[in-house]
């Protein structure tokens, strides 16, 4: 009796399907199990498969297996082309989902790419929300991610119970394709400030100054910021394992620079940092962290102090 009490006083929870089960997205899928959510996934890696069973979800070996039935499907794919391959075409989520499914579309990808996939899903009457995330792989395990939408109100009012559960800050920032706007913004700040960090390390090492206390008071006052915060460490270990890779941040600077030179919008900071990610990934970087831009300036720098 009184299980049957709580059982109806809980509101239901709507059926999930995860397609990309990668350094966000088991995290991310895992939280949802973990606030009570059916999760069904599918990625290309077994051993992530595996990795959401063992967390309680249901591995499926298709994209239409996943999807089918399914009353929310989540993507979390590297860029826009991997978007595309798994919305469009027969296997894909639109031709596969039910009508009346929500597609939140969590990938950080073009803000075009957002819009024709919402206006194509409407054919098939599919509601569609771009939800690109901030915080990083610790953001996301820990459930406290900045989550930035685009699309409609009542999806967004429908899906914030989710975001609930992945992320902290919360934002509808306006029509489909705003999301993916305000994440390139922010690919924009959080490069510009790591090569910041980058280049005061290297600058403090070589004058001898104790790295540690230089760091610790620089985040206390106005320098002081997430990424300092999150990439300390990687900077004084030279700890460079992703996290976040240089091949996805060279990704998001493409986005931001194409997506500016569009509206008109001059960058000239945000193209120099663009250049830079993009010399590191032409080096053989790409696959380390983003904190790995630390090495470049050390290249150029002469090399690291002994
Ligand atoms: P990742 O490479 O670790 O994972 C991507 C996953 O997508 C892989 O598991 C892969 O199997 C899956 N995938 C690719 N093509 C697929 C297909 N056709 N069918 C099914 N699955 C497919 O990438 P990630 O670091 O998790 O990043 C995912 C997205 O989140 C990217 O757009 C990235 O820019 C963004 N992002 C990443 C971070 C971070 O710190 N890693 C932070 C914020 C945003």
Not at 12 to 24: E, K
Not at 203 to 220: I, R, T
Not at 233 to 257: A, E, S
Request: hydrophobic share 45%; with cysteine; proline share 4%.
């Amino acid at each position: 009796m009184s299980n049957n009490l709580t059982s109806s006083s809980q509101p239901a929870r709507p059926s999930v399907a995860w397609i990309g089960l990668g350094i966000m997205g088991s995290p991310m899928s895992e939280n949802l199990i973990k606030a009570g959510y059916d999760v069904t996934g599918f990625t290309l890696e077994q051993d992530k498969l595996d990795r959401l069973a063992a967390a309680g979800g249901t591995a499926a070996k298709s994209i239409a297996e996943a999807v089918k039935g399914a009353d929310v499907v989540v993507t979390m794919v590297p860029a826009s082309p991997q978007v595309e391959a798994i919305a469009y075409g027969p296997d894909g989520i639109l031709e596969n989902a039910k009508p009346g499914a929500l597609l939140i579309d969590m990938s950080s990808i073009t803000p075009q790419t957002s819009v024709d996939l919402a206006k194509a899903a409407k054919d098939k009457g599919i509601r569609v929300l771009d939800a690109p995330v901030s915080g990083g792989e610790a953001g996301a395990i820990e459930a406290v991610l900045s989550i930035m939408v685009g699309g409609e109100q009542a999806d967004f009012d429908e899906a914030k119970p989710l975001f609930d559960a992945l992320g902290k800050t919360i934002v509808l920032c306006g029509p489909h394709g705003s999301g993916q706007t305000v994440k390139a913004a922010n690919q924009l700040i959080v490069a510009v400030n790591i090569q910041a960090c980058a280049e005061a390390v290297v600058f403090l090492e070589k004058s001898g100054v104790n790295l540690d206390a230089a760091l610790d008071v620089l985040n206390g006052g106005l320098a002081g910021s997430t990424v300092l915060t999150r990439k300390k460490d990687n900077f004084k270990n030279r700890d460079f394992k992703p996290g976040f890779r240089i091949d996805l941040h060279h990704k998001d600077m493409g986005i931001v620079t194409d997506a500016a030179r569009n509206v008109g919008a001059a960058l000239p900071v945000g193209a120099v940092v663009a250049q830079l990610v993009a010399s590191l990934r032409a080096q053989g970087d790409g696959g380390l962290d983003h904190s790995a831009l630390l090495r470049s300036v050390e290249r150029l720098s002469g090399g690291q102090v002994a």
